[in-house]
């Protein structure tokens, strides 16, 4: 399964099919590659401006930037559809199998995934911050969207990391959580600052 290889509809249909995966964690995934997508609408839109001709370099950079975030979100939609998978195939085994061995690895793996996913939305939401007086102010609007879809991006692989915590071990469990805060509390204060530069 790989998502840069889904048509939209099919996607849905996956999605919405009675199976395991692909699940929440790449859902969000997705979303992410949607917020760096429309913020790459809004930098084409703003390259070329002569108003905006003192900022070409750094859109230029930007248009990289997000391309590269795209493909980091859907590489982890992969990783966390295949890491999820692995959970659910080990859980179902019979207590006495030794492969149930390798699940609290596997759960590390799938609260790691959705977390490195949250660290690429501050990443995404930090350059869109960037971004917000710098670029079309016609589309300041879409720009507010694409913050608040990778905030939302953020938040709900929230709850995939949160979700698998509880096989690990305390330490392990509590370093990750620190992270997990932290980034949510800074991807939550630069979607609304970029909001507000969206205002009327």
């Known amino acids: 399964m790989h998502f840069a290889d889904f048509a939209l509809n099919d996607l849905l249909s996956q999605t919405a099919a009675k199976t395991p995966t692909p699940g929440g964690g790449a859902v969000a995934s ?15 839109y703003s390259l070329g401006k002569k108003n905006l001709a003192e900022h070409q370099s750094r859109l230029e950079s930007a248009a990289a930037e997000l391309e590269r975030a795209r493909g980091v979100f859907l590489t982890l939609a992969d990783e966390d559809a295949a890491a999820y998978g692995l959970v659910n195939e080990l859980s179902r085994l019979p207590e006495g199998d030794p492969r149930r061995s390798e699940l609290p690895a596997a759960h590390d793996a799938a609260a790691n995934i959705p977390l490195a996913t949250a660290a690429a939305c ?12 710098r670029t079309n102010r016609h589309l300041r609007s879409d720009l507010a969207i694409a913050s608040i879809l990778a905030e939302s991006c953020a938040r709900a692989s929230a709850c995939n990391v949160r979700i698998n915590l ?11 959580e620190a992270n997990l805060a932290r980034l ?14 969206a205002a009327p």
């Open 184 to 197: 949510l509390v800074t991807a939550a204060d630069l979607s609304a600052t970029v909001e507000r530069h």
């Open 166 to 176: 509880s096989s690990l071990d305390e330490v392990r469990r509590t370093a990750i």
């Open 122 to 133: 501050v990443d995404v939401l930090r350059l869109l911050e960037l971004l917000a007086l």
């Open 30 to 44: 997705v979303v992410g590659a949607l917020a760096a997508a429309l913020a790459q609408m809004v930098v084409s």
